[in-house]
T-cell receptor, first 112, second 116 residues
């Protein structure tokens, strides 16, 4: 079945440093979604990428979808304490987005 | 609050007991999903409904698990004869379907199940 892996599993950064998480799927994806889960919270949708090579920005966050539509990345510039949480990428199943296969997640902690 | 709601938020039960969770999706959403999340892992898909029809079930969903969505509104997830391995956070999510465009899933706060 489809597998979605993320690296690194954990990332500790000083406040103000940059952060990047990488997502790799075993199969080509029609789209990829990114979610953020704060400690003790539930996943919250961040963005969806659909096109090959697509790049989207949300303030300090930059999302990229690979040319082969099998990998993606999330880059945060100048991290802040509010960025703490686990970032998951998620890809749809065989029948569109009826189910999401979530990546293993990257847990970001910020050292003030 | 017009988000996805789940009840109860926490459930502690003894092994062998039955438990039932409820999810109320965002009212205009016709798709409803159940996921299970254990500590340090990403959510794992269990099942999903489009309106009242259950369209897909994961192999993770053993015969002890059953989900319903009568009238295409709220949904219930029942676990019979609970086992300690069922301890997890059970997340519900909903989404809408329009114009064939993939849409984000909105997650509820989850029900944390502890089986003693």
């Amino acid at each position: 079945g489809q597998q979605v892996m993320q690296i690194p599993q954990y990332q500790h950064v000083q406040e103000g440093e940059d952060f990047t998480t990488y997502c790799n799927s075993s199969t080509t994806l029609s789209n990829i979604q990114w979610y953020k889960q704060r400690p003790g919270g539930h996943p919250v949708f961040l963005i969806q990428l659909v096109k090959s090579g697509e790049v989207k920005k949300q303030k300090r966050l930059t999302f990229q979808f690979g040319e082969a539509k099998k990998n993606s990345s999330l880059h945060i510039t100048a991290t802040q304490t509010t960025d703490v949480g686990t970032y998951f990428c998620a890809g749809p199943g065989d029948f569109g987005n009826e189910k999401l296969t979530f990546g293993t997640g990257t847990r970001l902690t910020i050292i003030p | 609050d017009t988000g996805v709601s789940q009840d109860p938020r926490h459930k502690i039960t003894k092994r062998g007991q039955n438990v039932t969770f409820r999810c109320d999706p965002i009212s205009e959403h016709n798709r409803l999903y159940w996921y299970r999340q254990t500590l340090g892992q990403g959510p794992e898909f269990l099942t999903y409904f489009q309106n009242e029809a259950q369209l897909e079930k994961s192999r993770l969903l053993s015969d002890r698990f059953s989900a319903e969505r009568p009238k295409g509104s709220f949904s219930t997830l029942e676990i019979q004869r609970t086992e300690q391995g069922d301890s997890a956070m059970y997340l519900c999510a909903s989404s809408s379907e329009w114009g064939g465009i993939y849409n984000e899933q909105f997650f509820g706060p989850g029900t944390r199940l502890t089986v003693l």
